[in-house]
């Protein structure tokens, strides 16, 4: 293999440019050639391909976002922008492919590579944790991180005037950045998508709270919960307790895939992308590089886009527990 690309795809999440810079030097250790696709599958469509090298990477690891940028592509759907996007690797002579994103970067590049035979391997960039082959995806750490910084804060101001807040983080289909930073928040209950907290559950919650003469309380809330969003989780609550109760609703939103990447992230992310390349070297396609019990595994697109990665059990009898 004389010369790969490499693009991001999907949501950013911190780290990604770690792991663009991992892939860029890993490859040209190798003596291969790296091009990378600006704005995912649209650049790949659109011939939006430049060639990179040791500079092109320097003083990004630091970096959120990615340099690459990203971009949602209908166009990569239809079997006629899959084959200009074919063309346009081949007019670079491009052999082979890290894709770096989540569930729908990995469904196209398992099609993508199924009907053109290009080998791809994929970095699990996302926020959300939902990956299955892998412990912990690229970003996860960083956001859990920042959503724990605004709980702490919010508690402070949740204990001066004695409220209740219900705080949605991000996770439309899991519930790990809810999970880990109720946790390390001390929050009195997590909702989340793979389990259903009825909304009496979370009443009774309060109402011990107060039978032990807790003033305020930290509700979190991941974004696609089935009692629905903070907000109206909060309005379901308010009927049925005291109508005078001070409740206050935080949406963090998009403040989690943004900010400098931790060093847990930057070095998931590092080990990923030399991973991958190194994994196209060996033969590697249509794979997934994942670190499973801090071990390099590689697990197929199929496998990583169809099994369910459940959220531990133990971390939500956990919050039960440590909420009393």
Avoid at 47 to 66: A, C, L, P
Wanted: glycine fraction near 12%.
């Amino acid at each position: 293999m004389k010369r790969i690309g490499v693009f991001t795809s999907g949501g950013d999440a911190p780290g990604m440019n770690a792991c663009i810079r991992a892939v860029v030097r890993g490859a040209v250790y190798h003596g291969i050639e790296v091009f990378g696709i600006r704005r995912g599958y649209s650049g790949m469509i659109a011939g939006d391909v430049y060639k990179m090298d040791s500079h092109s990477v320097s003083n990004i690891v630091q970096r959120g976002g990615t340099i690459l940028k990203s971009a949602r592509s209908k166009e990569f759907v239809t079997p006629e922008g899959r084959k200009k996007a074919y063309d346009n690797l081949m007019a670079h002579g491009i052999e082979g492919l890290v894709a770096i994103g989540g569930n729908g970067t990995f469904t196209g590049a398992m099609i993508f590579g199924n009907e053109y035979g290009i080998p791809t391997v994929g970095a699990p960039g996302t926020i959300d944790n939902d990956l299955y082959g892998t412990d912990y995806t690229i970003g996860f750490d960083t956001a859990v991180n920042t959503a724990l910084d605004a709980i702490d804060r919010i508690r402070d101001t949740a204990s001066s005037h004695d409220r209740i807040f219900f705080i949605e983080v991000m996770g439309r289909d899991s519930g790990y950045i809810a999970v880990q930073s109720g946790i390390a928040g001390g929050a009195e209950l997590v909702m989340v998508p793979e389990v259903l907290t009825p909304i009496s559950e979370v009443v009774e919650t309060l109402k011990q709270g107060w039978s032990r003469s807790k003033s305020s309380s930290i509700i979190i809330v991941a974004e696609g919960d089935e009692e629905g969003s903070a907000q109206e989780v909060a309005e379901k609550i308010k009927v049925q307790v005291d109508e005078n109760a001070d409740i206050r609703v935080t949406t963090l939103g998009h403040t989690q895939r943004g900010g400098q990447p931790s060093a847990y992230d930057r070095i998931l992310a590092s080990r990923l992308g030399l991973g991958a390349v190194e994994g196209l070297i060996g033969g590697q396609k249509n794979v997934m590089a994942g670190i499973v019990n801090n071990d390099l595994v590689y697990t197929p697109f199929e496998d990583t886009i169809r099994l369910p990665k459940p959220i531990n059990e133990d971390l939500l009898r956990m919050v039960k527990i440590l909420s009393v």
